[in-house]
């Protein structure tokens, strides 16, 4: 079982950054990839960035094309957090944005993940 909780949302003004957080309980965290995903209201639910493990190299990221240059993932083993840097922000990045671990399948496919936190809300005004 892994357990997440995200922190880091809040409201921020079109160009604007925040920096999102996840912390990882349960399994020992550096063994399966972590990802991103983000929903609007009236919005399924939309893949954004995923990062890979590997013990022996840096791990792979993977971004939705939508964000990509703009946001950038990363993990920190040493302190079981994965975290989504966001520059750049506009309106539509407007989203509950949550944490997932552990995927099976095709990664940009929510039902791929079986652990998610509960979610963080993101607003960016225009």
């Known amino acids: 079982q892994v357990q997440l909780v995200e922190s880091g949302g809040g409201l921020v003004q079109a160009g604007g950054s925040l920096r999102l957080s996840c912390a990882a309980s349960g399994r020992t965290f550096g063994n399966y990839p972590m990802g991103w995903f983000r929903q609007a209201p009236g919005k399924e639910r939309e893949f954004v960035a995923a990062?890979?493990?590997?013990?022996?190299?840096?791990?792979?990221?993977f971004y939705a094309d939508s964000v990509k240059g703009r946001f950038t993932i990363s993990r920190d083993n040493a302190k079981n957090t994965v975290y989504l840097q966001m520059n750049s922000l506009r309106p539509e990045d407007t989203a509950v944005y949550y944490c997932?671990?552990?995927?099976?399948?095709?990664?940009?496919?929510?039902?791929?993940?079986?652990?998610w936190g509960q979610g963080t809300q993101v607003t960016v005004s225009s």
């Open positions: 990062i890979t493990w590997s013990t022996w190299s840096s791990p792979s990221t």
């Open positions: 997932a671990a552990d995927p099976s399948g095709d990664y940009k496919e929510s039902v791929a993940w079986p652990y």
